[in-house]
């Protein structure tokens, strides 16, 4: 019975190892053994519950093909742990367990191009001279001058595009793990993957061992508790270490959501860069680059229209010159301005964005640590009530709302209430150098 089970077993693997290509034959299939075969089941051996839970949910339906096939009968695989069988194949499991990692959540998005994302491509400007130069920094004396380092800013401002920079500029080596690249997302998945394949120790061993960590959207961990604390822990691990750690994120630190007020201190501790929205002459500057790169000549007044309306991100203007690359390509004649106006015209915004009064409501209660609606809500406690006259204050300001509509968004109040809170805000604003600090930081956050 043996003998026909690991035969059977053979000739599956051959299925399958066409089927789903070496790297992952070779991580998965080679420590299994066939332990027996009846005319409905084959039983296969393996090391460990997580590769026997691993194989189940990911490949038990083209094993089970495979092997009714090639038995001609209906045939389900088993799967039955036999740790005696795999004595000395712990070290290749603990391999297995990190690539799994990088299975169940890749690092980065697949159409990631680490070669473009170098410090020689990224245009310095004044909008980000500031997060460049200590990107260069901590790539001179990695671990020493700006630790941890944090960047943020809005979508599309070069956060990324710096932090794979440092993980490629600095000397390491992926493989053995003295550079770990992770979005925080991407960590959050791993680290629940871990908890249930019950491989936390190559989690932590993995993160906790490396030379340097860059974690990017660390927004993402945004009301997620579990994962703060395991991040909080691997954090506090690398510090002692003396570990680089380099962060990016969408929003300041005191803005992402339910983070952790001991999170929030660490992140703070080190060095914070902002990138903002470039101007004019970076913006020339990046439309230059990257139609060079793409041997797309455009005249000057055309790059100057472009460059003059494209005023969101850095992406917008990659958009563009992709648009205009293909448009160039396919008429073979030059881009005139007029060309390029009606080809952008989906991407060019003239009329500034209004903040709007809900963004303004989430912003001030993610800054005051207060739960969504509170400010809206009748409750007088200090700090909301505190929250909701920056509230007031900000919607006037940046908004240019009438005090009738910010009374009736933030919870019904009347236009005196309104006009005092407002004035109230001033007031501090002009008294207060540390209040005023931290309500400019709160409207750089609405910056267009
Ligand atoms: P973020 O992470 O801040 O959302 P990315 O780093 O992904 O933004 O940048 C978006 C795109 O714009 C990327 O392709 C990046 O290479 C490019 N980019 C951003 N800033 C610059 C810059 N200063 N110079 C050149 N390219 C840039
Ligand atoms: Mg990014």
């Given at each position: 019975?043996?003998?026909?089970?690991?035969?059977?077993?053979?000739?599956?693997?051959?299925?399958?190892?066409?089927?789903?290509?070496?790297?992952?034959?070779?991580?998965?299939?080679?420590?299994?053994?066939?332990?027996?075969?009846?005319?409905?089941?084959?039983?296969?051996?393996?090391?460990?519950?997580?590769?026997?839970?691993?194989?189940?949910?990911?490949?038990?339906?083209?094993?089970?093909?495979?092997?009714?096939?090639?038995?001609?009968?209906?045939?389900?695989?088993?799967?039955?742990?036999?740790?005696?069988?795999?004595?000395?194949?712990?070290?290749?499991?603990?391999?297995?367990?990190?690539?799994?990692?990088?299975?169940?959540?890749?690092?980065?998005?697949?159409?990631?191009?680490?070669?473009?994302?170098?410090?020689?491509?990224?245009?310095?400007?004044?909008?980000?001279?500031?997060?460049?130069?200590?990107?260069?920094?901590?790539?001179?004396?990695?671990?020493?001058?700006?630790?941890?380092?944090?960047?943020?800013?809005?979508?599309?401002?070069?956060?990324?595009?710096?932090?794979?920079?440092?993980?490629?500029?600095?000397?390491?080596?992926?493989?053995?793990?003295?550079?770990?690249?992770?979005?925080?997302?991407?960590?959050?998945?791993?680290?629940?993957?871990?908890?249930?394949?019950?491989?936390?120790?190559?989690?932590?061993?993995?993160?906790?061992?490396?030379?340097?960590?860059?974690?990017?959207?660390?927004?993402?961990?945004?009301?997620?508790?579990?994962?703060?604390?395991?991040?909080?822990?691997?954090?506090?691990?690398?510090?002692?270490?003396?570990?680089?750690?380099?962060?990016?994120?969408?929003?300041?630190?005191?803005?992402?959501?339910?983070?952790?007020?001991?999170?929030?201190?660490?992140?703070?501790?080190?060095?914070?860069?902002?990138?903002?929205?470039?101007?004019?002459?970076?913006?020339?500057?990046?439309?230059?680059?990257?139609?060079?790169?793409?041997?797309?000549?455009?005249?000057?007044?055309?790059?100057?229209?472009?460059?003059?309306?494209?005023?969101?991100?850095?992406?917008?203007?990659?958009?563009?010159?992709?648009?205009?690359?293909?448009?160039?390509?396919?008429?073979?004649?030059?881009?005139?301005?007029?060309?390029?106006?009606?080809v952008l015209r989906s991407l060019i915004d003239d009329k500034s964005r209004p903040v709007r009064l809900p963004e303004i409501d989430s912003v001030v209660s993610a800054y005051s640590g207060l739960p969504e609606g509170q400010i809206r809500s009748a409750r007088r406690t200090r700090s909301v009530?505190?929250?909701?006259?920056?509230?007031?204050?900000?919607?006037?300001?940046?908004?240019?709302?009438?005090?009738?509509?910010?009374?009736?968004?933030?919870?019904?109040?009347?236009?005196?209430?309104?006009?005092?809170?407002?004035?109230?805000?001033?007031?501090?604003?002009?008294?207060?150098?540390?209040?005023?600090?931290?309500?400019?930081?709160?409207?750089?956050?609405?910056?267009?």
């Amino acid at each position: 019975m043996e003998a026909t089970a690991a035969v059977i077993w053979e000739q599956v693997l051959t299925d399958i190892r066409s089927e789903v290509g070496e790297t992952r034959f070779n991580l998965w299939f080679t420590n299994t053994v066939a332990v027996d075969c009846k005319s409905d089941s084959l039983t296969v051996g393996v090391p460990s519950t997580f590769v026997a839970e691993w194989l189940e949910t990911h490949y038990a339906r083209i094993l089970a093909a495979s092997a009714s096939r090639r038995l001609g009968c209906a045939v389900k695989p088993r799967f039955v742990v036999d740790g005696g069988l795999f004595r000395g194949k712990v070290l290749q499991e603990s391999v297995a367990k990190n690539e799994l990692l990088d299975e169940v959540a890749p690092a980065a998005p697949a159409d990631f191009e680490a070669s473009k994302y170098t410090l020689e491509n990224f245009v310095v400007g004044p909008c980000n001279s500031v997060a460049y130069a200590a990107v260069r920094k901590v790539i001179e004396s990695p671990g020493k001058a700006y630790n941890p380092l944090f960047l943020h800013g809005g979508v599309g401002l070069g956060k990324t595009h710096l932090l794979v920079a440092i993980a490629n500029s600095i000397k390491g080596n992926r493989r053995r793990g003295t550079i770990e690249y992770v979005s925080a997302e991407a960590f959050t998945n791993r680290f629940i993957a871990a908890l249930k394949y019950g491989s936390l120790d190559a989690f932590r061993a993995r993160y906790r061992k490396t030379k340097l960590l860059v974690i990017d959207d660390v927004h993402f961990l945004a009301n997620k508790p579990a994962t703060q604390d395991e991040f909080l822990n691997t954090f506090n691990a690398l510090s002692r270490d003396g570990a680089q750690i380099v962060m990016a994120s969408d929003s300041h630190p005191k803005l992402i959501a339910k983070l952790k007020e001991t999170l929030v201190t660490r992140f703070l501790s080190g060095m914070v860069a902002r990138l903002d929205k470039p101007g004019y002459q970076t913006r020339l500057e990046i439309l230059n680059r990257k139609c060079a790169r793409r041997n797309l000549v455009l005249a000057p007044e055309v790059s100057d229209f472009v460059a003059r309306r494209l005023k969101g991100s850095v992406r917008e203007i990659e958009g563009a010159v992709n648009t205009l690359a293909a448009v160039a390509s396919i008429s073979r004649a030059p881009v005139t301005s007029a060309i390029a106006s009606e080809v952008l015209r989906s991407l060019i915004d003239d009329k500034s964005r209004p903040v709007r009064l809900p963004e303004i409501d989430s912003v001030v209660s993610a800054y005051s640590g207060l739960p969504e609606g509170q400010i809206r809500s009748a409750r007088r406690t200090r700090s909301v009530s505190q929250a909701r006259h920056i509230a007031m204050y900000l919607a006037r300001q940046l908004g240019g709302f009438s005090y009738e509509e910010i009374g009736t968004y933030f919870g019904g109040r009347n236009h005196s209430s309104v006009v005092a809170a407002v004035g109230k805000i001033s007031r501090m604003t002009r008294d207060d150098g540390e209040f005023a600090r931290e309500v400019s930081a709160l409207k750089s956050e609405f910056a267009q």
